[in-house]
């Protein structure tokens, strides 16, 4: 079973706006885990986009999506978000969810992705 599974990925317009959901239903607890973003475009390595942290919810951006992304998480709905606006065609890519427990340096556990793709 996989653990995480993403949503809400399509076409989307460049300079619009797309919400990407993760359903963590998958792993219990998920309150002790911290939680992330990632993406990874055709040809290239799967990049760190936003964390957000268990507990006191911080968020933290990579420098590419500072200001136009949005990361955020409802424990109690077993959900973590992904608000992207002002969108680029740089940011066509699958987009994944990972979770990584408290105790853990590396993510351990991670969605099969959802497309984004950005039209011009």
């Known amino acids: 079973q996989v653990p995480l599974i993403e949503s809400g990925g399509g076409v989307v317009q460049a300079g619009g706006s797309l919400s990407l959901s993760c359903d963590t239903s998958g792993l219990s607890e998920i309150e002790t885990y911290n939680m992330a973003w990632f993406r990874q475009a055709a040809g290239k390595e799967r990049v760190f986009l936003a964390s957000?942290?268990?507990?006191?919810?911080?968020?933290y951006y990579a420098d590419s999506v500072r200001g136009r992304f949005t990361i955020s998480r409802d424990d109690a709905k077993h959900t973590i978000w992904l608000q992207m606006s002002a969108v680029k065609s740089e940011d066509t890519a699958i987009y994944y969810c990972?979770?990584?427990?408290?105790?853990?340096?590396?993510?351990?556990?991670w969605g099969r992705g959802t497309r984004v793709t950005v039209s011009s």
């Open positions: 990972a979770a990584r427990p408290w105790t853990y340096d590396q993510y351990q556990y």
């Open positions: 957000i942290t268990r507990n006191s919810g911080n968020p």
